[in-house]
């Protein structure tokens, strides 16, 4: 299976500042790289496919970029309701694997 | 719009099985895979298997075969998942998701989870 190992575990960020999160898979998974953001008690919602293809209606702070094995996703002025768990998802080969999970919050 | 409604939470005994259910509208069903994960309370979140809403071609996590059994009713857009042999590893949220092909795969649509305890 692919592994996908997100960090950081966790960050705190303030209002307006820009945060990165950072995804490696264990092998090239040729940009096929999702990222979600899920709020407690509530599903994952897709904001970033493909690496870099914003998802319609996420806001155009969040931007996806990498390639290979390396991936990031960026949050351009961190807003309050950008508070969650942010996770990575390969959907180059079965199973499909996710990482573990970044916790973001406002600090 | 897009909608995938799951069915209510479920407290199960041990051994037992459980069906949950994934009613969806709003697109045409038998023209997407639709899939099922899990997620166990503060936990990852983990791929069950995919199954095609036209003809119920199933792709499995070796993981979860002998687990869970997929199954769509194309005639009310519903898929199906059945768990069986229920221990307290099976207790956590099940999702249904929307698998979407735009020259990747990823998931653009969620249900609401539907929880799964399985306690005697």
């Known amino acids: 299976d692919i592994q996908m190992t997100q960090s950081p575990a966790s960050l705190s960020a303030s209002l307006g500042e820009t945060v990165s999160i950072e995804c490696l898979a264990s092998e090239g998974i040729s940009n096929s790289l999702a990222w979600y953001q899920q709020k407690p008690g509530k599903s994952p919602q897709l904001l970033i496919y493909g690496a870099s293809s914003l998802q319609d209606g996420v806001p155009s702070r969040f931007s996806g970029s990498g390639s290979g094995t390396q991936y990031s996703l960026k949050i351009s002025g961190m807003q309050p309701e950008d508070e969650g768990v942010y996770y990575c998802q390969q959907g180059y080969k079965y199973p499909y694997t996710f990482g573990a999970g970044t916790k973001l919050e406002l600090k | 719009e897009v909608q995938l409604q799951q069915s209510g939470a479920e407290l199960v005994k041990p051994g037992a099985s459980v069906k949950l259910s994934c009613k969806t509208s709003g697109y045409t069903f038998s023209n997407y895979y639709m899939s099922w994960l899990k997620q166990m309370p503060g936990q990852n979140i983990e791929w069950i298997g995919n199954?095609?809403?036209?003809?119920?071609?199933?792709g499995y996590n070796q993981k979860f075969k002998g687990k869970a059994t997929l199954t769509v009713d194309k005639s009310s857009s519903t898929a199906y998942m059945d768990l069986s042999s229920l221990t307290s590893e099976d207790s956590a949220v099940y999702f249904c998701?929307?698998?979407?092909?735009?020259?990747?795969?990823?998931?653009?649509?969620w249900g609401p989870g539907t929880m799964v305890t399985v306690s005697s």
């Open positions: 998701a929307r698998l979407q092909l735009r020259s990747y795969w990823y998931f653009d649509f």
């Open positions: 199954i095609y809403g036209g003809n119920g071609g199933t």
